[in-house]
């Protein structure tokens, strides 16, 4: 390798790129758990020690992890900045904003609900632990059945087992990436809320339970396909006819934790 002759000038490093380097350090410190959840920042002194930078680039990085959503910096005699480890909802929120900047409808949403939703239940029907899975699945079914005329509850329990449904999958992967577009759906539908006619509770908690059996017998193909016409029908009830709003990301804006 040739050296480098002596007196050569050596590419200088600006503050926006320096600024880019102490917010990855910071970054991966985050993600690997090195600094906990809720936790504050070490104080700015130690901050501009430690990566050796001026206090307005140390600023600058701070600013593009609260940006990420992994930081929120607070101001006043108690501020610091706190950290905040990713979460399936800030996945869901950067999913949105894309969605929304490309103007796509509603019911996009719904159709790849509709073909994901079913291979999550399909892969827990083939689970050896499905039992556990199931158990855990049934307890908030019977919850939502004996919810059936607190429409509120209801309507909640009933998220919260489709919630359940995708992460039964046993795919970590899968369970964010389906349960990002579930939560968007959610959002959505709670803004545009509509009365819950009975014969549909009925009829949706029929298709649970049906659902749920074919998850414990290990019937994976009826598993996908009762989880298909199910959300086929779910969706189509929840969009109103001739009509598909297109995403918006402020439903699902993560609150400050």
């Known amino acids: ?37 809720g936790a504050q920042l070490p104080k700015q002194e130690r901050l501009l020690a430690e990566h050796g930078v001026s206090a307005p680039t140390l600023r600058e ?11 929120r910096v607070l101001r006043g005699k108690r501020g610091g900045a706190v950290v905040y480890r990713p979460t399936s909802a800030m996945a869901a929120y950067a999913i949105a904003k894309v969605l929304e900047a490309d103007e796509v409808a509603l ?26 899975v199931v158990s855990r699945l049934r307890e908030v079914h019977e919850q939502a059945v004996a919810a059936f005329d607190d429409l509120e509850r209801y309507r909640s329990l009933s998220h919260e087992l489709h919630k359940g449904f995708v992460e039964a999958s046993g795919s970590q992967t899968l369970a964010l990436l389906a349960g990002a ?3 968007l759906w959610l959002a959505h539908a709670r803004e545009r809320a509509k009365p ?12 649970h339970a049906a659902i749920i059996d074919a998850v414990e017998r290990g019937d994976a193909e009826s598993a996908r396909r009762l989880a298909r016409e199910h959300l086929c029908e779910a969706t189509r009830y929840a969009l109103r006819p001739g009509a598909s709003p297109a995403v918006d990301s402020t439903s699902l804006v993560p609150n400050p934790r």
């Open 61 to 71: 990085a701070l600013r593009i992890l609260e940006s990420e959503g992994l930081l």
């Open 1 to 37: 390798m040739r050296r480098e002759e002596i007196g050569t000038p050596r590419p200088r490093l600006h503050a926006p790129r320096l600024a880019a380097l102490v917010a990855g350090a910071l970054r991966r410190r985050i993600l690997a758990g090195e600094l906990a959840d």
């Open 107 to 132: 019911s996009d949403v719904a159709l790849a609900l509709q073909a994901l939703e079913p291979v999550c239940l399909e892969m827990a029907a083939r689970r050896e632990d499905r039992h556990d």
């Open 196 to 207: 819950v006619a009975a014969a549909v509770r009925r009829s949706h908690l029929g298709a």
């Open 181 to 183: 577009l579930e939560a």
